[in-house]
DNA sequence: CGTATTCCCTGCACGC
DNA sequence: TGCGTGCAGGGAATAC
């Protein structure tokens, strides 16, 4: 479940191995992802040189002289480099062959991810309209208390939502919030600006460090072994729920917050 | 406009 | 052992 961590950890990890590369070939296995891969995209990619990847959100974006490939690793995606030889597995979607003899290869078993064609000089429009970068100095706890003013949502959903800032999933809602020591289940509008600051400089925290140890995992990223998950042994709340806080010990409390698991300390979080 | 709900999809944990 | 069920989740689409 690629969350932004993962995601930049992904980034990182492909960057040596397709910038300054050409695309020789882009083979379609399964074009139907959570929406349809642009049936031209294979033409427009072949004989560019790949120049770089950056990452929006959890986009990761291919750049080449036409355009972009917008790819989105949605639930279950990875995308990784592997020997052109390397047989294929089950779900094993898309191809883009490099000149260097390997393959950049995209596996997704829910078909949940996206991958998407973003012509040079315009904005793809699911990269419109989206909230600042969480380690960008755009990000902090002023620009959360302000857009929060007038919202009845709970703050855990207005903290997954992408206008307010992207790239914060359930995962890290839940983590931020037991950092910064605010219930779920509070009103956005309702928090307070010295407590979005606590709440800024978590998210931030936690998604820093976060990448910082998927980087240590990284060095060859040609490796069959996938992408490195995460550090179960350091959450504090997700997936915790009736287990005992790791601060005061008492039961952690469990709940659906907008559709999503939710687990919280009722003592330590207010 | 904001908020709540539904849906997409497969793998896995669970109970019988 | 094997089957059915429910859940997980990002985020777009839909309904209000």
Redesign the pocket.
Same mark, same amino acid.
């Given at each position: *479940? @690629?969350?932004l961590p993962e995601v930049e950890t992904t980034r990182r990890g492909l960057l040596p191995h397709v910038a300054g590369r050409h695309v020789r070939k882009v083979v379609l296995r399964r074009p =139907?992802l959570?929406?349809p891969i642009p049936p031209e995209l294979p033409k427009l990619l072949r004989g560019e040189e790949i120049h770089g990847i950056t990452r929006r /959100?959890?986009?990761l974006l291919m750049d080449s002289d036409r355009g972009s490939a917008l790819w $989105?690793l949605? *639930?279950?995606g990875s995308l990784r480099v592997l020997p052109a030889d390397t047989p294929l597995r089950? $779900?094993d979607h898309v191809d883009v062959e490099l000149d260097s003899g390997h393959v950049l290869r995209f596996n997704d078993? #829910?078909?949940?991810g996206l991958l998407l064609w973003q012509p040079a000089g315009t904005v793809h429009p699911?990269l419109q309209s989206l909230g600042p970068e969480p380690l960008s100095d755009d990000f902090d706890g002023d620009h959360l208390f302000r857009l929060s003013r +007038? #919202?009845? /949502? @709970?703050v855990k /959903?207005?903290l *997954? =939502? %992408?206008?307010a800032v992207?790239?914060v +999933?359930?995962?890290y809602a839940a983590e931020a919030l037991f950092a910064a020591g605010i219930a779920p289940t509070r009103e956005?509008?309702k928090v307070s600006l010295d407590r979005y600051r606590k709440l800024a400089d978590a998210v931030r925290a936690i998604l820093a460090h976060a990448i910082e140890r998927g980087g240590t995992t990284l060095r060859d990223f040609i490796s069959p072994d996938g992408l490195p998950g995460y550090f179960e042994q350091e959450l504090q709340v997700?997936?915790r729920g009736g287990e005992p806080c790791r601060v005061c010990g008492r039961k952690l409390r469990e709940a #659906?917050i +907008? %559709? #999503? /698991?939710s687990v919280w300390c009722s003592h330590c979080q207010k």
């Amino acid at each position: *479940m @690629p969350e932004l961590p993962e995601v930049e950890t992904t980034r990182r990890g492909l960057l040596p191995h397709v910038a300054g590369r050409h695309v020789r070939k882009v083979v379609l296995r399964r074009p =139907d992802l959570r929406l349809p891969i642009p049936p031209e995209l294979p033409k427009l990619l072949r004989g560019e040189e790949i120049h770089g990847i950056t990452r929006r /959100a959890k986009y990761l974006l291919m750049d080449s002289d036409r355009g972009s490939a917008l790819w $989105h690793l949605g *639930m279950s995606g990875s995308l990784r480099v592997l020997p052109a030889d390397t047989p294929l597995r089950a $779900h094993d979607h898309v191809d883009v062959e490099l000149d260097s003899g390997h393959v950049l290869r995209f596996n997704d078993p #829910r078909r949940f991810g996206l991958l998407l064609w973003q012509p040079a000089g315009t904005v793809h429009p699911l990269l419109q309209s989206l909230g600042p970068e969480p380690l960008s100095d755009d990000f902090d706890g002023d620009h959360l208390f302000r857009l929060s003013r +007038g #919202r009845s /949502a @709970p703050v855990k /959903a207005f903290l *997954m =939502d %992408q206008a307010a800032v992207v790239g914060v +999933g359930n995962i890290y809602a839940a983590e931020a919030l037991f950092a910064a020591g605010i219930a779920p289940t509070r009103e956005a509008g309702k928090v307070s600006l010295d407590r979005y600051r606590k709440l800024a400089d978590a998210v931030r925290a936690i998604l820093a460090h976060a990448i910082e140890r998927g980087g240590t995992t990284l060095r060859d990223f040609i490796s069959p072994d996938g992408l490195p998950g995460y550090f179960e042994q350091e959450l504090q709340v997700y997936g915790r729920g009736g287990e005992p806080c790791r601060v005061c010990g008492r039961k952690l409390r469990e709940a #659906r917050i +907008g %559709q #999503r /698991a939710s687990v919280w300390c009722s003592h330590c979080q207010k």
